[in-house]
Nanobody
Framework: QVQLVESGGGLAQAGGSLGLSCVAS????????MCWYRQAPGKQRELVAI???????RYADSVLGRFTISRDNAKNTVSLQMNSLKPEDTAVYYC???????????????WGQGTQVTVSL
């Protein structure tokens, strides 16, 4: 199993910045994808950014150019630096880790507890 502990959420002013961190523990070696998701009130959870092992970092169109996802394998952490924040970025942000393989039965997904990000006008 993998445990994910998030930190860094809070209140920011529009145009400001926040940095989120997620520390992973457990069977880390089995993980090959780490992501950040978010869920705003009344909306479905959406993928914000993803950093697969050995793959290219990708971002949702809504955050491209403003957010940066990074992965520190030595510290077993994944971070999300959020700049130029907008009120529509307000959501609960979730750290997500996964083992994605061709064999469906061997796939695993893990979620953090979520951290609230609120962006004021």
């Amino acid at each position: 199993q993998v445990q994910l502990v998030e930190s860094g959420g809070g209140l920011a002013q529009a145009g400001g910045s926040l940095g989120l961190s997620c520390v992973a523990s457990g069977s880390i070696s089995s993980i090959n994808v780490m992501c950040w998701y978010r869920q705003a009130p009344g909306k479905q959870r959406e993928l914000v950014a993803i950093v697969p092992t050995g793959g290219s970092t990708r971002y949702a169109d809504s955050v491209l150019g403003r957010f940066t996802i990074s992965r520190d394998n030595a510290k077993n952490t994944v971070s999300l630096q959020m700049n130029s924040l907008k009120p529509e970025d307000t959501a609960v942000y979730y750290c997500h880790a996964a083992r994605n393989t061709w064999i469906v039965a061997n796939r695993r997904t893990y979620w953090g507890q979520g951290t609230q990000v609120t962006v004021s006008l």
